[in-house]
């Protein structure tokens, strides 16, 4: 039974995969013929011919995600065939090896295990799972780290699915939770992938004067004194959480930058003239979600922190447009409201920063 398959060295075109479709002979020809066309069709909505189109896995789920029954001109049920018929297709032709939604009978094994949870949400996470080691003669027993990892990179490189990545993760997910709360499930605890770009250091990395100078700026920003002028309009908790990410992000990208932790002991310290531009040199941007962090705390921080706007480099205009503007009194008041005692004196700022010109 004729069985070939591509080399998985060079990424192969679609005209590859019509290829290896035409001699699997073992194959009713109308199948083959229906798997042909759907990877025809494919090349059509992409303007181009299958010798010019790549069988990349991850980029065709890229350009499938960018489909719909509109754009094809095909109705809803019409589009679901298509998309299955292509990734049937590119099993046939040794391009892909799991499945979107296996058909794979599940081992006596899994079947009996999945049947204990109740939730359908945490089930339908491991079922994929589950038929992917059903078809590798892989049992609940057998589950660790290094399997469920496989699982992870076959679902990126070797699947149209959806996501896979999220899937992945999911599956680990819902096989803890099941660990947990299902009577006689398998005990080994999975690692669950974490693919989230954290860059900014914690509070607690920092020198105690300058965590204490950044909580008693965002209690600054609550309102909580009813004789101050921010109790009329005190800062949501969503700008208070923003804008300690942003602090924290200006003070990692310092270290980042070369700058000793220990070094930044308040507020002060992140809005000095030369450290305003230390976030930018490099290797250190990655510490700053964008430019607007660095922007948002200039624009708050340096008034309340004693730092003259002059002497930042930022001209009068950018200091004073826009959501930071000088309508916000909280930026002009003495920075002795919020400061805790043992920070740095702070360097009196001049009068009328944010004043009109007289």
Known sequence: MPTGSLSPISIPTCADVIQ?????????????????????????????????VRADPVALRHQLAQMSPIITGLSPGGFRNFRSLLGKALIVAGVTSVPRRSRTPLALEWRQLLERIADRRQRYSLSHLARYCSARDRLPADIDDDLVAGYGRDLVSKSLLERPKQAYRN??????????????????????????RI???SLSAFPESLQSD??????????????????ARPASPDTLKGRRKQILAVASALVAAGRDPQAIRSLADLVEPEAAKEPRAPGAGAALQSDRDIRSVLAAVP?????????????RPQWTQ???????ADLTDDPQDYRSPDAHPPVPAPRGIFDPEP
């Open 20 to 52: 290896q479709i035409g001699i699997r002979t073992d194959l009713p020809l109308r199948r083959r013929q229906d798997l042909s066309s759907a990877v025809r069709r494919f090349c059509r909505l992409q303007n181009s011919p299958p010798h010019d």
């Open 171 to 196: 599956a680990c997910l819902a096989w803890n939770l099941a660990v947990d709360t299902v009577a006689g499930w398998p005990q080994q605890r999975l690692t669950v992938p974490n693919r989230r």
């Open 199 to 201: 860059y900014a250091r």
């Open 214 to 231: 950044v909580e008693n700026y965002l209690r600054h920003l609550t309102g909580d004194d009813l004789l101050g002028e921010m109790a």
């Open 303 to 315: 008034p309340a922190a004693g730092q003259p706007a002059g002497k930042l480099g930022v001209s």
């Open 322 to 328: 826009g959501k930071y503007g000088s309508e916000h």
